[in-house]
C-alpha cells in the first residue's frame, strides 16, 4: 500500500517549457489535491477534485490546469512554465470532501529558470 | 488578519519538556480542524484531527480546541529530538467554500 505517489521527484524546466506532474493514490480516495508550498507563503490550494469527473480551482490556479484521469490519477500540467512557478508541488487526497484528513504525498521540487 | 495563524518561531523546548504549539482562525463555523509534522525536505503527515470542542489524546500528542476562542492547539509531552521539524495548523475554513487553509508553521527545535 504505497498511498499517494508523485511523479517525477525532480525538475528543471526553463521559461516557457510544458510539463505535467503525475499523481497517484491507492486508498480508494474519491477527493484529491494539488498544492505548491513556498517559502514564507505555506501551503497553498491550487486545484482539487472532490470526486472523479469533477475538478475546481483553489486559491492560486492560474498558469495550472488538471485532469482527473480516474479515480486513481490526478494530474498537474503547466502549459507554459514561468520562473514564478518554481515551488514544491504537493499531491493529497482524502476519503472523500476537504473536511476530512488528507494525506499528502512526498512531492515534486520544480526549478524555473 | 490572517486566515490561518500561527506564531513562525522557531520554538525550542528541551528535551522531555513539553511543548505548545498554537493556532488561530478567522472563522467561526470551521468545523475540522488538523495538525501536519513536516520534516525538512519532505511532505506534511497528518498527527492529529480534531473536530469538537475539547481535548484529544493520541500517545505524547494532545489537540486542544476551544471554537468560542478560535483557537486549537497541540501539546507535545516528553518532547524528543526526533519531534524537531515544522507544525502546521490546518482548518476547514466554511468563508472559504470549506477549503483546508494551513497556517505557516511552526519551527520546533527539542534540544537534547
Known amino acids: 500500500n504505497a498511498g499517494v505517489t508523485q511523479t517525477p521527484k525532480f525538475q528543471v524546466l526553463k521559461t516557457g517549457q510544458s510539463m505535467t506532474l503525475q499523481c497517484a493514490q491507492d486508498m480508494n480516495h474519491n477527493s484529491m489535491y494539488w498544492y505548491r508550498q513556498d517559502p514564507g507563503m505555506g501551503l497553498r490550494l491550487i486545484y482539487y477534485?472532490?470526486?472523479?469527473?469533477?475538478?475546481d480551482k483553489g486559491e492560486v490556479p492560474n498558469g495550472y490546469n488538471v485532469s482527473r484521469l480516474n479515480k486513481r490519477e490526478f494530474s498537474l500540467r503547466l502549459e507554459s512554465a514561468a520562473p514564478s512557478q518554481t515551488s514544491v508541488y504537493f499531491c493529497?487526497?482524502?476519503?472523500?470532501?476537504?473536511?476530512?484528513?488528507?494525506?499528502f504525498g512526498p512531492g515534486t521540487r520544480l526549478t524555473v529558470t | 488578519q490572517k486566515e490561518v495563524e500561527q506564531n513562525s518561531g522557531p520554538l525550542s523546548v528541551p528535551e522531555g519538556a513539553i511543548a505548545s504549539l498554537n493556532c488561530t482562525y478567522s472563522d467561526r463555523v470551521s468545523q475540522s480542524f488538523f495538525w501536519y509534522r513536516q520534516y525538512s525536505g519532505k511532505s506534511p503527515e497528518l498527527i492529529m484531527s480534531?473536530?469538537?470542542?475539547g481535548d484529544k489524546e493520541d500517545g505524547r500528542f494532545t489537540a486542544q480546541l476551544n471554537k468560542a476562542s478560535q483557537y486549537v492547539s497541540l501539546l507535545i509531552r516528553d518532547s524528543q529530538p526526533s519531534d524537531s521539524a515544522t507544525y502546521l495548523c490546518?482548518?476547514?475554513?466554511?468563508?472559504?467554500?470549506?477549503?483546508?487553509?494551513f497556517g505557516q508553521g511552526t519551527e520546533l527545535s527539542v534540544k537534547p
Open positions: 477534485s472532490a470526486s472523479e469527473g469533477t475538478t
Open positions: 493529497a487526497s482524502s476519503e472523500g470532501g476537504l473536511a476530512l484528513e488528507q494525506y
Open positions: 490546518a482548518v476547514n475554513l466554511y468563508n472559504q467554500g470549506g477549503k483546508l487553509i
Open positions: 480534531i473536530y469538537s470542542n
